[in-house]
């Protein structure tokens, strides 16, 4: 079974630092791996999405990375700001093409 | 072009009532998908449609809860009887094919009391 975790659960930094979010899961056999944000009481926003032949992509400040063997991603955030502070998800699609989700990092970025 | 829309936002029903939700995909999404949040835990799957028919319901929690997808537009997730366990945030996704990018709309949050 498919289990995907998240780490650090809560992160907070000051603007202008970089940062990593960390997603592990327990499957390698996944078709690809998609990060999104989620602010306060909205819905999900895709982010980046990283097919499993794909080593990374990038967005803007955001590169995220996959390493299918070892079942980890990470999402790097450059540069970070204020308006970067959100909740960061982690999901898989799994053989059954559906995603399976971490719990997520809660991101502050303190001006 | 106009993203994923979920009615209503938020609804509040007593215990033994139904509800029924609401999802209009992005237009020539053919797959939509259902998830829910309850409180705590991390976001699941419930159930997945190809145009109208249903892909895989292996998340579904019970008989309780029936999805619809006439005509491969717009879905809806009816929840009846409603149980005090079924409050919690549902969200709907749809993409353009099954292993795109999939989006999500702002959710409907369902409180059973």
């Known amino acids: 079974k498919q289990e995907v975790t998240q780490i650090p659960a809560a992160l907070s930094v000051p603007e202008g630092e970089n940062l990593v979010l960390n997603c592990s899961f327990t499957?390698?056999?996944?078709?690809?791996l998609q990060w999104f944000r989620q602010d306060p009481g909205k819905g999900l926003t895709s982010l980046l999405l990283?097919?499993?032949?794909?080593r990374e992509q990038t967005s803007g400040r955001l590169n995220a990375s996959l390493d299918k063997s070892s079942g980890r991603s990470t999402l790097y955030i450059a540069a970070s700001q204020p308006g970067d502070s959100a909740t960061y998800l982690c999901?898989?699609?799994?053989?059954?093409?559906?995603?399976?989700f971490g719990s997520g990092t809660r991101l502050l970025v303190r001006p | 072009e106009a993203g994923v829309t979920q009615f209503p936002s938020h609804s509040v029903i007593e215990k033994g009532q139904t509800v029924t939700l609401r999802c209009d995909p992005i237009s020539g999404h053919d797959n939509l998908y259902w998830y829910r949040r309850v409180m705590g835990k991390e976001i699941k799957f419930l159930l997945h449609f190809v145009k109208e028919s249903k892909q895989d319901e292996s998340g579904m929690p019970n008989n309780r809860f029936l999805a619809e997808r006439t005509g491969g537009t717009y879905s809806t997730l009816k929840v009846q009887p409603a149980e005090l366990e079924d409050s919690g945030v549902y969200f709907c996704?749809?993409?353009?094919?099954?292993?795109?990018?999939?989006?999500f709309g702002p959710g409907t949050r369902l409180t059973v009391t």
């Open positions: 990283i097919q499993s032949s794909q």
């Open positions: 499957d390698s056999a996944i078709y690809n």
């Open positions: 999901a898989v699609v799994d053989s059954s093409y559906k995603l399976i």
């Open positions: 996704a749809s993409s353009q094919h099954t292993l795109r990018e999939q989006y």
